[in-house]
């Protein structure tokens, strides 16, 4: 899917929808790392007005993903809890840090290159879950809520690419070489992953 070059592990979505509880307390703490992390980049790139207006509507998009986890987890009467350690994250972004980069690549940049890989994978294991809930006629309301945000990251996606484009002055062929670069490195941190929830984080 997208620029992606390792798929997840059929095994992935029958072991995240034995606990549910976990997978949406996990998927809820994404949506908000999410709205942090759009945030967090608009003050690095406040010379692309346009970039940092549409960054403000993603952090906003990805906060009412939030508030709908959450409010399904209220309604079932299950804690949210302390987020869990994001290794795929974490290796992620210190894996692009690591890969050298051309001139006109700066740090931020590559932040928004990270984030749509994230969205990539994160619109991946939507899929995972819609199909696998689909197949065994399971939870039709938590099928609900993946099928109604699942368009939302294969947008958002495009989106970063897009905004890192506009940031290389419109060198929409750098930002694609540089995320398929970036791609490729995903691919083995996730092949190096066993199993995780939606947006790739592993429990150990």
Same mark, same amino acid.
């Given at each position: ?8 592990? +059929? ?24 709205a ?6 608009? +003050?690095?790139?406040?010379e ?33 809890g ?7 994250? /974490? ?9 050298p980069?051309?001139?006109d690549?700066?740090? &931020?940049?590559?932040r ?11 619109c991946?294991?939507?899929?995972l ?8 006629d &399971?939870d +039709? ?10 368009p939302?990251?294969?947008?958002h996606?495009?989106?970063f ?9 419109g060198?929409?062929g750098?930002?694609?070489?540089r /995320?398929?670069?970036?791609? &490729?490195?995903?691919g083995?941190? /996730? ?11 592993v429990?150990?």
């Amino acid at each position: 899917m997208f620029c992606l070059t390792t798929p997840t592990d +059929p095994e992935w979505a029958p072991l995240a929808l034995a606990d549910l509880p976990r997978l949406l307390a996990d998927h809820a703490h994404c949506e908000l790392k999410a709205a942090v992390n759009a945030m967090s980049l608009v +003050p690095r790139l406040t010379e692309f007005t346009r970039v940092t207006r549409v960054l403000s509507e993603l952090a906003r998009e990805e906060l009412q993903h939030y508030e709908a986890v959450l409010l399904l987890l209220e309604k079932r009467g299950w804690p949210l809890g302390p987020p869990e350690k994001d290794r795929y994250a /974490v290796e992620l972004r210190e894996a692009c840090q690591a890969l050298p980069r051309a001139r006109d690549i700066g740090p &931020a940049v590559d932040r928004l290159l990270v984030a749509a890989l994230i969205e990539a994978r994160s619109c991946e294991r939507f899929k995972l879950v819609i199909e696998a809930l689909e197949a065994t006629d &399971a939870d +039709p309301e938590v099928r609900a809520l993946y099928t109604e945000l699942f368009p939302s990251e294969a947008r958002h996606y495009v989106t970063f690419i897009d905004l890192a484009a506009e940031c290389l002055g419109g060198n929409r062929g750098l930002a694609e070489a540089r /995320v398929e670069a970036l791609a &490729a490195l995903e691919g083995i941190i /996730v092949a190096g992953l066993a199993r995780g929830t939606v947006r790739g984080v592993v429990h150990g």
